[in-house]
Nanobody, 118 residues
Framework: EVQLVESGGDLVQPGGSLRLSCVAA????????MSWVRQAPGKGLELVSA????????LYADSAKGRFTISRDNAKNTLYLQMNRLKPEGPAVYYC???????????WGQGTQVTVSS
């Protein structure tokens, strides 16, 4: 059974940092690209960042460039998102998602909530 379990979300002040983690199980983690996707209340899903299976290829949404860093530890089956210089915004749930062989997302975690507010 595929499982993706996120953690690390919190209430943080503007300008602060958070590191999100996503522990994967039930599949060969090192074989698949992974992504972080977020959703604010009443809004659609937004791709934040993605990383290829080997960890040497990444992409970022414009809103994340220069502030967020995606990484993975294939030995630990864990995906990370380091978020720095966080901007004030309402709550959003961050999900990690597994890419399928067809390049869509076939599994999602339960999400972890991030709120940036003073």
């Amino acid at each position: 059974e595929v499982q993706l379990v996120e953690s690390g979300g919190d209430l943080v002040q503007p300008g602060g940092s958070l590191r999100l983690s996503c522990v994967a199980a039930g599949f060969t983690f090192s074989d698949y690209a992974m992504s972080w996707v977020r959703q604010a209340p009443g809004k659609g899903l937004e791709l934040v960042s993605a990383i290829n299976s080997g960890g040497d290829g990444t992409l970022y949404a414009d809103s994340a460039k220069g502030r967020f860093t995606i990484s993975r530890d294939n030995a630990k089956n864990t995906l990370y998102l380091q978020m720095n210089r966080l901007k004030p915004e309402g709550p959003a749930v961050y999900y990690c998602a597994k890419k399928s062989n067809n390049d869509d997302y076939d599994y999602w975690g339960q999400g972890t909530q991030v709120t940036v507010s003073s």
